[in-house]
């Protein structure tokens, strides 16, 4: 069966859509969109009809491209009101029994119960370890033999009402959600590697409306805080300087300026009109520096922030973004921090881009899922793959527990 998945990132300035097949581990883009998103704020949906509107426009490019059409997605949740909580769970085995995915599924719904509120909703489970009779320190359990299995995991949970927007929009969209994910940790997952994997790290992820700040151990997200300031303070600020319009401001920040003056042409000139209708004229250097200050204060929050999250030592932090996608960004980030800090250089053919760090880590956060838990799972079926491939060639209601029971093989 060919594993074919989709992603949905709900951005408060972008929707991104990706569908990528993984082909013995390696993923292949098969069509990614990002479209101007309405009606979402901070990852939250405050406008349901703009964001249908939205969602929509994302799906209908996606469709165009492959030629099949979308009713399955991994869509991303927003991470405000978090909670972080370390359960355990134990189980009993018959004498020597090997152990499969079934009884993992099943120890980790015994650590679920009881651990969840009432309104509350369950987003991820991340074994920290497991134990097998007296074998303390397991990481993979598949495979082994005794009469004992128990785990310790760290679960995340979010207000009932804010995972309802997310389902609620989806299913206008007539798209079932099969799995959901914090953005977040979507960035973790396009720039995991081993040395990543083997301590703590930060994730800095610089959005229009907020910046997402994370902190991982071993691979598994322990906190995280939304700061409500994000690359709109630059926008805004652009606007009051020259007294242009909010798409002005936007083509000068993302097309004109540049990220530090060091790297910024002082012979270098345009005009834009006002919101007057008058001729400004505005140079780089100075356009550069206005950028760079406020990139030093947004970082310089970031920072901060994961002083206040943990006091561990941190390995690497990586930043991403796509503002992060600027000229220069790296050396407004080694200003701020050391040489630990990194700027997310995303390589995937057809999202060479860092504004889709998120949706394509989600797709593997979610095949990672399947493979640790013995699983496979496409979310097109053979007609649809089949559907697909003429196409490419031609070209060149659910809640959270039922999410889970389908695709996540806890309750299974």
């Known amino acids: 069966m060919k594993k ?11 929707i991104k859509m990706i569908v990528s097949e993984c082909v013995q581990g390696a993923f292949h883009v098969l069509a990614a969109t990002n479209v ?16 249908i509107s939205s969602l929509q426009k994302a799906r209908k490019n996606i469709e165009e491209m492959i030629g099949v059409s979308i009713d399955q997605a991994i869509v991303s949740v927003s991470s405000k009101d978090i909670d972080f909580n370390i359960v355990s769970g134990e189980i009993s085995l018959d004498e020597n029994q090997l152990i499969d995915s079934k009884e993992i599924a099943k120890v980790l719904h015994e650590s679920i ?4 509120l009432e309104k509350r909703e369950l987003i991820t489970i991340m074994p920290i370890s497991f134990y097998v009779d007296h074998k303390e320190g397991v990481k993979d359990p598949k495979g082994m033999m005794g009469t004992n299995l128990s785990v310790k995991a760290v679960i995340t949970t979010i207000p009932k009402n804010s995972l309802k927007q997310t389902l609620t929009l989806l299913k206008n969209c007539e798209i079932t959600p099969v799995d959901v994910c914090f953005t977040s940790v979507g960035d973790y997952y396009e720039a995991r590697n081993a040395d990543v994997d083997g301590g703590v790290s930060a994730v800095i992820n ?27 303070e630059i926008d805004l600020e652009i606007m009051k300087r020259y007294f242009v319009k909010k798409g002005v401001a936007r083509g000068l920040k993302e097309h004109f300026a540049i990220s ?15 919101r007057d209708g008058e001729k400004v004229t505005i140079g780089q250097l100075e356009i550069s520096e206005l950028v760079e200050n406020k990139f030093l204060e947004l970082l310089k929050l970031a920072k901060k922030q994961i002083n206040l999250l943990t006091n561990r030592e941190i390995r690497y932090i990586i ?4 503002i992060s996608e600027l000229a220069g960004f790296q050396y407004v980030v080694e200003n701020v921090f050391d040489r630990r800090a990194t700027t997310l250089d995303i390589n995937t053919m057809g999202v060479r881009n860092n504004m889709y760090s998120s949706a394509l880590g989600m797709i593997k956060y979610f095949y990672y899922k399947l493979e640790s ?26 809640t959270n527990e039922s999410i889970i029971q389908k695709v996540f093989g806890y309750f299974s």
């Open 4 to 14: 074919i998945y989709t992603s949905i990132d709900l951005g408060s300035y972008g």
């Open 36 to 51: 101007r998103s309405k009606g979402i704020m901070n990852g939250e949906i405050v406008d349901l009809e703009s964001a």
């Open 113 to 116: 119960l009881g651990n969840v």
């Open 206 to 232: 610089i959005g229009y409306s907020h910046i997402d700040v994370s902190i991982f151990n071993k691979g598994i997200m322990i906190k995280n805080e939304s700061i409500e300031v994000g690359s709109r």
């Open 260 to 274: 530090n003056t060091r790297h910024a042409d002082a012979g270098d000139y345009v005009e834009v009109l006002n």
């Open 319 to 322: 930043i991403t973004g796509g």
């Open 373 to 398: 838990r013995g699983k496979t799972y496409s979310m097109f079926n053979e007609s649809q793959s089949e559907d697909l491939i003429s196409s490419n060639r031609k070209m060149s209601g659910t």
